[in-house]
């Protein structure tokens, strides 16, 4: 029996223990459309004995693989990843091991108001094929992200970081939980290649974007353990943080109608800022109009929810807004990081490029948000005068 049919033995247990009757496997579906760049997702049709409106049709089975990390890899790259599987599979069996915990925690029903999926049972890295089997969230949609969101969606995204901001400093068990900096890894210094090579990519054929990536070269990403860096300092006690969902835009939040359904993909969650979320919502899936216009009143309109709602369970606000706005500003640098590596990424997928008459238009859109965070986090840090030359 292949390990695919053996999966779909576990799925069927793990459904006939949560409703109390067994269901057929009808068809399973590969979502190949999806963005999955560390997974497939299979889309299981079911069937029951039963005709109750009240058992799921389908539900979402997330597979851990590293087909589409060693394609990326290739595609900016030019050449197979040099670095082995065991390296991949290191770093799939952690962002697998970070998704399990964080749904974990997320789904005791403590994080009121969290849009999760349901996550029906999961099986470890170690299991012959491991997986996640959630909630298949129908009727849903994914906006395009050179579309992106509109304001009212924004302020529904707000009120999701609220709800999970409000839990991080009621509660302490998200604090072990996320990503973990424990030294240089295989998969670290893959990462760092391919950020420099999207970084040269951008200078060689985007020269508005050259004085601004050179910037923050010189004053951050030179050295090359910044994101381990941000990890490690948001691991400490006393520094003001929260926990991250770590790759929040477009294709991870679904959407019924103007309603947001469910955020999902929690597999590089870690401690971190208050404004890192935010921040990579407004960069990604913004117009750079609408990014600047947006970003004063959403964090004014975050401030005064968190203030509700900590108030409403006794608990006076923890920091002072002022505090918001430097951890705003201490974030760009570490956005912008982030900003070339995912843009980078998805001019060689097809989330960009649809392979349509328009998919030069979407390229310099994206590239236009890329040059405007960069050109905002090096005026903020001041990197542009002469004491930084």
Not at 15 to 42: C, W
Not at 226 to 250: A, P, Q, S
Not at 286 to 305: D, G
Request: proline share 4%; aromatic share 10%; net charge negative.
């Amino acid at each position: 029996m292949d390990k695919f049919a053996d999966l779909k033995l576990w799925v069927v247990e793990v459904l006939e223990r949560e409703h109390r009757q067994k269901p057929s496997i009808a068809k399973d579906e590969f979502l190949g459309d999806i963005t999955g760049y560390m997974s497939n997702i299979v889309r299981l049709h079911l069937t029951w004995p039963s005709n109750s409106q009240n058992l799921p049709r389908t539900v979402i089975a997330k597979i851990p693989t590293a087909e589409s990390l060693q394609k990326n890899y290739k595609d900016t790259c030019g050449t197979a990843p040099p670095t082995s599987a065991s390296a991949n599979a290191d770093l799939l069996q952690i962002v697998h091991e970070i998704e399990i915990s964080s749904y974990a925690m997320l789904s005791k029903g403590r994080c009121e108001g969290l849009a999760i999926p349901f996550i029906y049972g999961s099986l470890p890295y170690s299991s012959v094929m491991p997986c996640i089997l959630m909630e298949d969230i129908v009727s849903s949609k994914v906006y395009d992200l050179v579309d992106g969101f509109n304001d009212e969606q924004l302020y529904k995204v707000v009120d999701q970081l609220v709800v999970l901001h409000v839990y991080c400093f009621t509660h302490d068990d998200w604090k072990p939980l996320g990503m973990e900096a424990k030294g240089v890894t295989e998969s670290y210094k893959q990462y760092v290649e391919m950020y420099e090579l999207m970084r040269g990519l951008f200078m060689t054929q985007n020269p508005e974007l050259k004085s601004g990536l050179t910037l923050l070269h010189d004053n951050y990403t030179r050295n090359q353990m910044w994101f381990i860096d941000e990890i490690n300092r948001y691991k400490k006690e006393g520094v003001l943080r929260t926990y991250v969902h770590g790759d929040l835009w477009t294709a991870n939040i679904l959407w019924r109608g103007d309603e947001l359904a469910a955020i999902i993909d929690w597999s590089l969650c870690h401690s971190g800022s208050l404004t890192e979320d935010l921040l990579r919502v407004l960069v990604t899936c913004s117009t750079v109009e609408r990014r600047k216009r947006m970003t004063r009143p959403l964090l004014e309109y975050y401030y005064k929810k968190m203030q509700t709602k900590l108030t409403e369970k006794g608990i006076n606000m923890p920091f002072p807004f002022d505090d918001l706005e430097k951890d705003y500003h201490r974030t760009l640098p570490f956005i912008s990081g982030q900003t070339v590596f995912a843009v980078g990424l998805w001019l060689q997928t097809g989330v960009i490029r649809k392979g349509q008459s328009d998919d030069e238009k979407r390229v310099q859109e994206m590239v236009a948000r890329l040059h405007s965070i960069v050109e905002e986090t090096v005026s903020a840090h001041k990197w542009h005068l002469p004491e930084h030359s």
